[in-house]
């Protein structure tokens, strides 16, 4: 991280100066990642997908940057991607890669759902203090309530304990979404930072109409003798 300091600062004081570092970033974003940091993160994640939904879904990738997710995700035969940012500068370096279907400029927090259908959403990078927090969570996972589908994020390992693991399992006491598998705790940066872990989830969102199903169940549940 030393030859670069401030353009491999991760941390910015708001949304608005957090999208200017990264659109100041974007063009050596990729190479820098590579170089200094080995980010292996996105590669992850994406096999964690594959190992639980169909080729042919058409996937939201949610926080997409320079589309580091997409190209893995296209390496692995999905065809149907749609990425998503608030970064102008990081989405054109993601429409150069030539994997997504549409690439979408959407400050999450302040717009609605996008305007497209989606079987599944993966999130790299995008929760923390300074992006996205634990309390836009539940949000987001309603942007698949209507259809259903997977939800699979990543997080540092010591970002997960207090605000995260609470909305989490919240949206899991809820029924508002299942697990469906937890990654066994990684390397993410291994050439910069080995020390530091990440962690990842896939979980099941259930439908509105499921949800309230299961709602149902467990009061009936609850007056049983």
């Known amino acids: 991280m030393a030859d670069n300091p401030a353009r491999l600062n991760w941390q910015a004081s708001s949304p608005d100066e957090l999208k200017a570092l990264y659109d100041r970033w974007s063009e050596n974003y990729d190479a ?7 980010y292996r993160v996105p590669a992850v994640a994406a096999e964690a997908l594959a190992r639980h939904v169909a080729r042919d879904a058409a996937i939201l990738d949610l926080g ?31 429409r150069r890669k030539g994997v997504y279907r549409e690439a979408l400029v959407h400050k999450i927090g302040t717009d ?8 599944a959403v993966i999130a790299v990078g995008l929760f923390g203090p300074t992006h996205v927090p634990a309390a836009q969570l539940a949000g ?16 540092r390992e010591e970002e997960y304990a207090g605000a995260f693991a609470r909305a989490m399992d919240a949206l899991s006491a809820s029924g508002a979404w299942r697990l469906i598998e937890t990654l066994a705790p990684f390397q993410g940066l291994p050439r910069s930072e080995p020390e530091r872990l990440f962690l990842g989830w896939v979980f099941e969102v259930t439908t509105r109409r499921r949800r309230s199903d299961l709602r149902r169940l467990a009061a009936r549940d609850a007056e049983l003798p």
């Open 140 to 155: 987001l996972v309603r942007w698949l309530a209507t259809r259903g589908g997977h939800f699979v994020f990543t997080l």
């Open 64 to 94: 997409a940057g320079t589309g580091l997710v997409g190209q893995v995700l296209a390496g692995l035969g999905y065809r149907n991607l749609i990425a998503l940012d608030a970064s102008d500068g990081m989405l054109a370096q993601a």
């Open 32 to 38: 820098d990642l590579d170089r200094l940091h080995g």
């Open 112 to 119: 609605s759902a996008p305007g497209c259908a989606f079987d």
